[in-house]
């Protein structure tokens, strides 16, 4: 029973959310809606749990039964959404550039315009909070708190002297 109960998760809530919440992004509030949806969904509404969320998300192969893990998915697509950013190739966005213009409208107003190329190559962070925050929007707030909880930066893996 729960076998099905997890395709049923899977389909209805992971298939309609995820696609708006990688567009758009998901508050935390609704997180916790969708989380306490499930936890409803698989005991029966008034069944205490016998087995704990945390253990029914573990993959199939460690026991669990995959459960969708809704706050795990939004923060993997935040960090794909990052990793789109970070792009620097020639295949690079348009989005990410117009992020990178904004982003550095934030930036200390004593530090060198000319040198402002992205955040991530600067020497200060981009503010989150306070007056210079306010031109970010909550989008761009969610991706650069995304890259310090996971401490993101960018390091040359091989220096070259042909330019």
Known sequence: MLNGKHIIIQAI???HTQFLAKAQGMPPHIEAALTNIISKFIW????RPR???ATLQHPIYKRGLNILDIKSRN????IIWLK?????????QKWATVMDHTILAAAPPQ???KARENPFLQTWKAPLKGPRAKCLNSDIK???KMARKYQVNLAAIRMTLHF
């Open 13 to 15: 809530i992971g298939g």
């Open 44 to 47: 029966d509404q008034g069944i």
């Open 51 to 53: 087995i704990a969320m």
């Open 75 to 78: 923060e993997a697509i935040k």
């Open 84 to 92: 789109a950013y970070l792009n620097f190739s020639p295949s690079h």
């Open 111 to 113: 530090s060198v315009k």
């Open 142 to 144: 969610r991706m650069l």
